[in-house]
């Protein structure tokens, strides 16, 4: 299925810039997820929305801020970034919170 | 704690060659899932399979096979015939249930998998 997108595919930003990663499911799902793929590490789930509500929030540090405003749509809002959170930031959605998740193409994001 | 390994970081094979990608996986819960996806070059994780811990039947699609075995906690990807479009990283992955009835999938550190000519 390639029923999810994500915008923009690739960021560069200065650690002072604030900027918006964005997600959207197209398949009617009602659970949408936020993972961080680093260099050499497993992936990591971040955050977990189920009909817009916030169920899991993985330890993230507070200088990432998401919004579900509805079950298509996920932000992920960056602001004061470290060169460490340079990653590939994947979104993914599922039927409900017990199927199978669906990925999308991810963000390639570049912190300098 | 739940834990999934995959042993093999890089694995490199002639076209045509079969080749076997490991899942060893860990957990204490009797209820499970587990699942392979696709990374290629492009970064979407594709879904290739989704196992629940009750059925231990093998599966074969096409030229992809897996086999799942509780006794060895294990679920092993079998590619036959490869080709070079099989290039990818591929992720083995455990599902656990969290707060709220969401998902939450432990991911293996993935295998890279290079299909040459």
């Known amino acids: 299925e390639t029923g999810v997108t994500q915008t923009p595919r690739h960021l560069v930003m200065g650690m002072t810039n604030k900027k918006s990663l964005k997600c959207e499911q197209h398949?009617?799902?009602?659970?949408m997820y936020w993972y961080k793929q680093s260099a050499k590490k497993p992936l990591e789930l971040m955050f977990v929305?189920?009909?817009?509500?916030?169920?899991e929030n993985n330890s993230v540090p507070s200088r990432f801020s998401p919004e579900c405003p509805n079950s298509s749509h996920l932000f992920l809002h960056l602001h004061t970034l470290q060169p460490e959170d340079s990653a590939l930031y994947l979104c993914?959605?599922?039927?409900?919170?017990?199927?199978?998740?669906?990925f999308g193409p991810g963000t390639r994001l570049l912190v300098l | 704690a739940q834990k999934v390994t995959q042993a093999q970081t890089e694995i490199s094979v002639v076209e045509k060659e079969d080749v076997t990608l490991d899942c060893v996986y860990e957990?204490?819960?009797?209820?499970?899932?587990l699942f392979w996806y696709k990374q290629p070059p492009s970064g979407e994780l594709v879904f290739l399979i989704r196992?629940?811990?009750?059925?231990?039947q093998n599966e074969i699609s096409g030229r992809y096979s897996w086999n799942f075995q509780k006794s060895t906690s294990s679920f092993n990807f079998t590619i036959t015939a490869s080709q070079v479009v099989d290039s990818a990283v591929y992720f083995c992955?455990?599902?656990?249930?969290?707060?709220?009835?969401?998902?939450?999938?432990?991911f293996g550190k993935g295998t890279k998998l290079t299909v040459n000519p």
């Open positions: 398949l009617g799902h009602n659970a």
């Open positions: 196992r629940n811990s009750f059925d231990e």
């Open positions: 929305y189920n009909f817009k509500e916030q169920t």
């Open positions: 957990t204490r819960d009797t209820t499970y899932y």
């Open positions: 993914a959605s599922s039927r409900s919170g017990k199927e199978t998740q669906y």
């Open positions: 992955a455990l599902k656990l249930a969290t707060q709220g009835g969401s998902e939450k999938l432990v």
